[in-house]
């Protein structure tokens, strides 16, 4: 069982930075795919960012988003610059064992989720 506790979110300026971080327990994290998706009201959970021995992003964040882990701390970070108003969602960390790199982005994929943290980029 693993359990994941995110932090980080707030409200931030467009063109301002965040960096979200999601703590997790277990002895195992280090063999977990990491990912952080995102919700915003009334629309579908995307996958923003996954890390395993690759990384993988969607194309709206693809340079100006960084996904990070310290496996040492048990820790998986998101940092998120030139942030937009589009950015705006209820942020989530997800872990999830044995998931191929084709489908990290796969939120069906993912065993356990964290609660998620509201991130909102003001114009």
């Known amino acids: 069982q693993v359990q994941l506790v995110e932090s980080g979110g707030g409200l931030v300026q467009a063109g301002g930075s965040l960096r979200l971080s999601c703590a997790a327990s277990g002895r195992t994290f280090s063999t977990y795919v990491m990912g952080w998706f995102r919700q915003a009201p009334g629309k579908e959970r995307e996958c923003v960012a996954a890390?395993?021995?690759?990384?993988r992003y969607t194309d709206s964040v693809q340079g100006r988003f960084t996904i990070s882990r310290d496996n040492a701390k048990n820790t998986v970070y998101l940092q998120m610059n030139s942030l937009k108003p589009e950015d705006t969602a209820v942020y989530y960390c997800?872990?999830?064992?044995?998931?191929?790199?084709?489908?990290?982005?796969?939120?069906?994929?993912?065993?356990?989720w964290g609660q998620g943290t509201q991130v909102t980029v003001s114009s």
């Open positions: 890390i395993s021995w690759t990384t």
């Open positions: 997800a872990a999830g064992e044995s998931i191929t790199a084709a489908a990290m982005r796969r939120a069906d994929e993912y065993d356990y």
